[in-house]
Protein backbone atom coordinates (compact mmCIF):
# COMPACT_ATOMS: atom_id res chain seq x y z
CA UNK A 1 0.00 0.00 0.00
CA UNK A 2 1.46 3.55 -1.16
CA UNK A 3 1.69 6.15 1.33
CA UNK A 4 -0.90 8.49 -0.09
CA UNK A 5 -3.39 5.60 -0.34
CA UNK A 6 -2.87 5.10 3.68
CA UNK A 7 -3.01 8.79 4.14
CA UNK A 8 -6.31 9.04 2.19
CA UNK A 9 -7.94 6.18 4.32
CA UNK A 10 -6.77 7.35 7.55
CA UNK A 11 -8.29 10.99 6.68
CA UNK A 12 -11.36 9.02 5.69
CA UNK A 13 -11.35 6.55 8.34
CA UNK A 14 -11.44 10.20 10.32
CA UNK A 15 -13.94 11.82 8.30
CA UNK A 16 -16.37 8.55 9.03
CA UNK A 17 -16.14 8.10 12.54
CA UNK A 18 -17.67 12.33 12.69
CA UNK A 19 -20.38 10.94 9.87
CA UNK A 20 -23.21 11.56 12.07
CA UNK A 21 -26.62 11.63 10.86
CA UNK A 22 -25.23 12.54 7.46
CA UNK A 23 -26.09 9.01 6.16
CA UNK A 24 -30.12 10.22 6.33
CA UNK A 25 -29.24 13.01 3.89
CA UNK A 26 -31.85 13.02 0.53
CA UNK A 27 -31.01 11.61 -2.58
CA UNK A 28 -31.80 15.38 -4.28
CA UNK A 29 -29.61 18.27 -3.81
CA UNK A 30 -30.85 20.70 -0.82
CA UNK A 31 -30.02 24.16 -2.32
CA UNK A 32 -31.24 22.61 -5.69
CA UNK A 33 -28.64 24.03 -7.47
CA UNK A 34 -25.82 22.90 -9.40
CA UNK A 35 -21.86 24.04 -10.20
CA UNK A 36 -20.22 22.61 -13.52
CA UNK A 37 -16.34 23.76 -12.59
CA UNK A 38 -12.55 22.78 -13.19
CA UNK A 39 -10.64 19.76 -11.49
CA UNK A 40 -7.75 22.31 -10.70
CA UNK A 41 -6.65 21.09 -7.41
CA UNK A 42 -6.88 25.17 -6.01
CA UNK A 43 -9.91 25.15 -6.58
CA UNK A 44 -12.62 24.05 -3.92
CA UNK A 45 -16.38 24.72 -4.59
CA UNK A 46 -17.36 23.49 -1.19
CA UNK A 47 -15.35 26.62 0.26
CA UNK A 48 -15.84 29.20 -2.61
CA UNK A 49 -19.55 28.49 -2.89
CA UNK A 50 -20.37 27.80 0.95
CA UNK A 51 -21.35 24.43 0.42
CA UNK A 52 -21.61 20.97 2.88
CA UNK A 53 -23.00 17.84 2.05
CA UNK A 54 -26.36 17.51 0.41
CA UNK A 55 -26.49 21.07 -0.63
CA UNK A 56 -25.78 20.98 -4.43
CA UNK A 57 -24.47 19.25 -7.28
CA UNK A 58 -20.66 19.62 -8.21
CA UNK A 59 -19.49 18.39 -12.00
CA UNK A 60 -15.73 18.76 -12.80
CA UNK A 61 -13.60 18.34 -15.76
CA UNK A 62 -10.68 19.38 -17.13
CA UNK A 63 -10.99 23.80 -17.49
CA UNK A 64 -15.03 23.33 -16.66
CA UNK A 65 -15.93 22.94 -20.33
CA UNK A 66 -19.59 22.06 -21.30
CA UNK A 67 -18.79 18.44 -22.78
CA UNK A 68 -21.42 16.03 -23.72
CA UNK A 69 -21.06 14.47 -20.57
CA UNK A 70 -21.25 17.87 -18.35
CA UNK A 71 -24.52 18.70 -19.93
CA UNK A 72 -25.66 14.87 -20.30
CA UNK A 73 -24.84 15.25 -16.02
CA UNK A 74 -26.52 18.56 -15.78
CA UNK A 75 -29.75 16.94 -17.29
CA UNK A 76 -29.59 14.22 -14.85
CA UNK A 77 -29.47 17.21 -12.14
CA UNK A 78 -32.23 19.07 -13.15
CA UNK A 79 -35.00 16.21 -14.76
CA UNK A 80 -33.75 13.71 -12.20
CA UNK A 81 -32.91 15.68 -9.24
CA UNK A 82 -34.94 18.97 -9.68
CA UNK A 83 -32.13 21.34 -9.40
CA UNK A 84 -33.27 24.71 -10.66
CA UNK A 85 -30.24 27.09 -11.45
CA UNK A 86 -26.51 26.05 -12.40
CA UNK A 87 -22.96 27.77 -12.10
CA UNK A 88 -20.42 27.65 -14.72
CA UNK A 89 -16.91 28.61 -12.99
CA UNK A 90 -14.24 28.66 -14.93
CA UNK A 91 -10.72 30.00 -13.13
CA UNK A 92 -7.43 32.51 -13.77
CA UNK A 93 -4.30 30.79 -14.32
CA UNK A 94 -6.32 27.56 -15.98
CA UNK A 95 -3.82 24.58 -17.38
CA UNK A 96 -6.01 24.51 -20.30
CA UNK A 97 -4.85 27.86 -21.58
CA UNK A 98 -1.09 26.49 -21.73
CA UNK A 99 -1.38 23.88 -24.74
CA UNK A 100 -3.59 22.71 -27.51
CA UNK A 101 -4.66 20.09 -29.46
CA UNK A 102 -1.73 19.97 -31.44
CA UNK A 103 1.07 19.96 -28.92
CA UNK A 104 -1.07 17.28 -26.52
CA UNK A 105 -1.50 14.99 -29.37
CA UNK A 106 2.13 15.22 -30.60
CA UNK A 107 3.55 14.92 -26.99
CA UNK A 108 0.89 11.45 -26.95
CA UNK A 109 2.78 10.04 -30.06
CA UNK A 110 5.82 10.45 -28.01
CA UNK A 111 5.27 8.65 -24.78
CA UNK A 112 2.84 7.95 -22.67
CA UNK A 113 5.04 9.12 -19.95
CA UNK A 114 4.24 12.38 -17.87
CA UNK A 115 5.87 15.87 -20.07
CA UNK A 116 7.43 18.87 -18.87
CA UNK A 117 7.22 22.47 -19.59
CA UNK A 118 9.62 24.87 -19.08
CA UNK A 119 10.47 28.68 -20.73
CA UNK A 120 10.85 26.76 -23.85
CA UNK A 121 7.75 24.53 -24.07
CA UNK A 122 6.74 21.56 -23.68
CA UNK A 123 9.19 18.48 -23.31
CA UNK A 124 8.44 14.54 -23.69
CA UNK A 125 11.02 11.89 -22.54
CA UNK A 126 10.48 10.02 -25.79
CA UNK A 127 10.53 6.60 -24.39
CA UNK A 128 7.57 4.76 -26.09
CA UNK A 129 5.11 3.52 -26.61
CA UNK A 130 2.81 6.25 -27.41
CA UNK A 131 -0.29 6.44 -29.38
CA UNK A 132 -1.84 8.83 -32.20
CA UNK A 133 -5.12 8.30 -30.48
CA UNK A 134 -4.98 12.00 -29.36
CA UNK A 135 -4.98 13.15 -32.82
CA UNK A 136 -8.78 12.44 -33.23
CA UNK A 137 -9.85 13.90 -29.51
CA UNK A 138 -11.13 17.68 -28.99
CA UNK A 139 -9.20 18.67 -26.00
CA UNK A 140 -10.85 21.92 -25.37
CA UNK A 141 -8.25 23.67 -24.86
CA UNK A 142 -8.72 27.33 -23.53
CA UNK A 143 -7.67 30.81 -25.60
CA UNK A 144 -9.94 33.23 -23.58
CA UNK A 145 -11.33 32.49 -20.19
CA UNK A 146 -13.88 35.03 -20.45
CA UNK A 147 -14.75 34.04 -24.41
CA UNK A 148 -14.41 30.06 -23.38
CA UNK A 149 -16.90 30.88 -20.96
CA UNK A 150 -19.24 32.42 -22.77
CA UNK A 151 -18.97 29.19 -25.24
CA UNK A 152 -19.66 27.13 -22.90
CA UNK A 153 -22.69 28.49 -21.39
CA UNK A 154 -24.10 29.16 -24.72
CA UNK A 155 -23.69 25.28 -25.44
CA UNK A 156 -25.49 24.57 -22.47
CA UNK A 157 -28.43 27.34 -23.25
CA UNK A 158 -28.52 25.83 -26.76
CA UNK A 159 -28.94 22.56 -25.86
CA UNK A 160 -32.43 20.63 -26.84
CA UNK A 161 -32.43 19.06 -23.25
CA UNK A 162 -32.08 22.07 -21.36
CA UNK A 163 -35.52 23.94 -20.59
CA UNK A 164 -35.21 27.56 -21.36
CA UNK A 165 -36.51 28.96 -17.72
CA UNK A 166 -32.98 27.40 -15.79
CA UNK A 167 -31.01 30.12 -15.43
CA UNK A 168 -27.31 29.67 -16.09
CA UNK A 169 -24.41 32.10 -14.19
CA UNK A 170 -21.11 32.61 -15.72
CA UNK A 171 -18.33 33.22 -13.37
CA UNK A 172 -14.60 32.95 -13.65
CA UNK A 173 -12.23 32.21 -9.93
CA UNK A 174 -9.90 33.98 -9.02
CA UNK A 175 -7.10 31.75 -8.45
CA UNK A 176 -5.00 34.55 -6.53
CA UNK A 177 -8.14 36.00 -4.11
CA UNK A 178 -10.19 33.11 -4.24
CA UNK A 179 -12.94 35.30 -5.53
CA UNK A 180 -15.96 34.87 -7.67
CA UNK A 181 -15.99 36.97 -10.46
CA UNK A 182 -19.02 37.81 -12.78
CA UNK A 183 -18.88 37.84 -16.37
CA UNK A 184 -21.78 39.94 -17.70
CA UNK A 185 -21.81 38.49 -21.32
CA UNK A 186 -22.19 34.89 -19.82
CA UNK A 187 -24.83 35.97 -17.91
CA UNK A 188 -26.58 36.87 -20.64
CA UNK A 189 -26.33 34.01 -22.48
CA UNK A 190 -27.31 31.82 -19.53
CA UNK A 191 -30.27 34.27 -18.79
CA UNK A 192 -33.45 32.09 -17.72
CA UNK A 193 -36.75 32.79 -20.50
CA UNK A 194 -38.16 34.63 -17.92
CA UNK A 195 -35.75 36.16 -16.08
CA UNK A 196 -35.82 34.42 -12.73
CA UNK A 197 -35.40 30.63 -11.42
CA UNK A 198 -38.29 27.96 -12.51
CA UNK A 199 -40.50 27.86 -9.15
Sequence with gaps: MSKLVEEVLSANAGYAAGFGDKGDLPLPPGRKFAILTCMDARLDPAKFAGLVEGDAHVFRNAGGRATDDAIRSLVISYKLLGTKEWFVIHHSDCGMEIFNNEIIAELLEK??????????????????????????????PINDQKQSLIDDIKRIRNSPMVPAEIPIYG?????????????????KAGKALDGCPND
Design 111 to 140: SLKTSTLDASGWHDSGIGPGTTDGKFIQWL
Design 171 to 187: YLYDCKTGKLLEVPEAG
